[in-house]
């Protein structure tokens, strides 16, 4: 069967290629062509990638409006190449702005769609639930707590595991031993934790200044940054300086390893964080009018992926709008070796991890999509 894949970011990039994987073991005679990146192209073959995400993608209101035409011209160009190839199905992952489109354009060409890794509109834009419902012939979820919060709204959703756990076991075989990390990086004996500002230069802007006024109430751990490649070192240096916190880059996994707690932005980086069983405490920083008026647009209790998939605060989740770290020390003292929350996290951690399922979902969706295709062939 034939298999079109539109991935817009680099997580998505990384799924599409597990998934691509995943597909040529159910289906030996697949045939790919996709939107993504390198991975998915070292997956599904350099020649069959018609766009990078490196072209698409445009992160802000700023940024979308500055670029309307461009992201018209490329959903044009998308859309064309779509109907050029005539595929089984239509895979979109993650993506929401411009995946929604491609879906409701998918819908009217009778093109069968299905939605991998669901827009997180449990936390906001609730209205694309209404787009899915329509456009969108099969949703498949990665969080638990999705499989209650979808039907609610008329979709049965498919859950078959989160790839994030393939992902990580790829890597957990080879990641370095604590006192070689820090040999690797020039880091000294004290403990480190590991601080995960975000991965894109507005949150950098917000949650190191904070970051860093916390390591000063902690002399004898080091802080280390969790840098990643795409932003310009001068970013970070700009809020580090003269804090003796040091940046290491593209070795996320490799820190939280070597780390005895982190601090993280809200996002994926909460979840991969438990499941490599570091504990940590959630501070993000907002401007004040979003800190305010987040009651109107967020509709879940919880920002971390860990607490939202308990269902109960397991991790601290500090969300400010001035430079208090109060609460954020006492949090971080709590979670060090000795500290009174720290092994009633990591028991959380574990139960997060049996929740989330085992290694073998991108496997899983995969089989589960050919199946449908091949049922509704036959």
């Given at each position: 069967m034939k298999y079109y894949l539109i991935a817009g970011e680099p997580s998505g990039d990384l799924h599409g290629a597990n998934l691509i994987e995943g597909l040529k073991k159910a289906d030996p005679g697949a045939e790919f062509r996709f939107w993504g990146?390198?991975?998915?192209?070292?997956?599904?073959g350099k020649a069959n990638l018609r766009k990078h995400y490196r072209e698409t993608s445009f992160f802000g209101v700023v940024q979308v409006v500055k670029n309307l035409g461009t992201i018209r011209r490329q959903m044009r160009?998308?859309?064309?190449?779509v109907a050029d190839y005539a595929p089984d199905v239509l895979i979109l992952i993650d993506y929401p702005g411009f995946n929604l489109k491609m879906a409701r354009w998918a819908h009217t060409q009778g093109i069968r769609t299905f939605y991998y890794i669901a827009p997180k509109v449990w936390a906001s834009r609730e209205g694309r639930v209404k787009s899915i419902q329509r456009y969108v012939d099969r949703l498949f979820v990665i969080f638990p707590f999705e499989c209650d919060y979808f039907p609610k709204h008329g979709i049965e959703p498919l859950f078959e595991g989160n790839p994030l756990v393939d992902a990580l076991e790829a890597r957990r075989g080879t990641l370095p031993f604590p006192e070689e990390f820090r040999h690797r990086n020039g880091l000294d004996q004290r403990p480190i934790i590991a601080l995960l500002a975000g991965?894109?230069?507005?949150?950098?802007?917000?949650n190191l200044p904070l970051m860093a006024?916390?390591?000063?109430?902690?002399?004898?751990?080091?802080?280390?940054?969790?840098?990643?490649?795409?932003?310009?070192?001068s970013l970070y240096e700009r809020y580090l300086a003269g804090s003796g916190i040091r940046c290491v880059c593209d070795q996320t996994y490799e820190m939280l390893r070597a780390a005895e707690a982190a601090v993280v932005a809200s996002g994926?980086?909460?979840l991969e964080t438990a499941l490599l069983g570091t504990p940590e405490v959630v501070v993000y920083r907002l401007a004040p009018i979003e800190y305010y008026g987040m009651p109107l647009v967020v509709r879940c209790p919880w920002v971390s992926l860990v607490n939202l998939n308990l269902g109960r605060e397991a991790v601290a989740e500090i969300l400010q709008s001035n430079l208090d770290v109060t609460r954020a020390e006492r949090e971080l003292r709590a979670i060090l070796p000795g500290g009174e929350r720290r092994e009633k996290m990591l028991a959380d951690f574990d139960e997060l991890r049996t929740l989330i399922g085992g290694p073998g979902a991108s496997d899983r969706f995969a089989r589960r999509m050919v199946e449908l295709l091949k049922n509704r062939e036959s």
């Amino acid at each position: 069967m034939k298999y079109y894949l539109i991935a817009g970011e680099p997580s998505g990039d990384l799924h599409g290629a597990n998934l691509i994987e995943g597909l040529k073991k159910a289906d030996p005679g697949a045939e790919f062509r996709f939107w993504g990146g390198d991975l998915m192209a070292q997956a599904g073959g350099k020649a069959n990638l018609r766009k990078h995400y490196r072209e698409t993608s445009f992160f802000g209101v700023v940024q979308v409006v500055k670029n309307l035409g461009t992201i018209r011209r490329q959903m044009r160009e998308c859309q064309n190449d779509v109907a050029d190839y005539a595929p089984d199905v239509l895979i979109l992952i993650d993506y929401p702005g411009f995946n929604l489109k491609m879906a409701r354009w998918a819908h009217t060409q009778g093109i069968r769609t299905f939605y991998y890794i669901a827009p997180k509109v449990w936390a906001s834009r609730e209205g694309r639930v209404k787009s899915i419902q329509r456009y969108v012939d099969r949703l498949f979820v990665i969080f638990p707590f999705e499989c209650d919060y979808f039907p609610k709204h008329g979709i049965e959703p498919l859950f078959e595991g989160n790839p994030l756990v393939d992902a990580l076991e790829a890597r957990r075989g080879t990641l370095p031993f604590p006192e070689e990390f820090r040999h690797r990086n020039g880091l000294d004996q004290r403990p480190i934790i590991a601080l995960l500002a975000g991965s894109r230069a507005s949150e950098i802007r917000k949650n190191l200044p904070l970051m860093a006024a916390l390591s000063e109430r902690f002399p004898g751990h080091q802080f280390v940054v969790a840098a990643v490649p795409w932003l310009a070192p001068s970013l970070y240096e700009r809020y580090l300086a003269g804090s003796g916190i040091r940046c290491v880059c593209d070795q996320t996994y490799e820190m939280l390893r070597a780390a005895e707690a982190a601090v993280v932005a809200s996002g994926t980086a909460t979840l991969e964080t438990a499941l490599l069983g570091t504990p940590e405490v959630v501070v993000y920083r907002l401007a004040p009018i979003e800190y305010y008026g987040m009651p109107l647009v967020v509709r879940c209790p919880w920002v971390s992926l860990v607490n939202l998939n308990l269902g109960r605060e397991a991790v601290a989740e500090i969300l400010q709008s001035n430079l208090d770290v109060t609460r954020a020390e006492r949090e971080l003292r709590a979670i060090l070796p000795g500290g009174e929350r720290r092994e009633k996290m990591l028991a959380d951690f574990d139960e997060l991890r049996t929740l989330i399922g085992g290694p073998g979902a991108s496997d899983r969706f995969a089989r589960r999509m050919v199946e449908l295709l091949k049922n509704r062939e036959s």
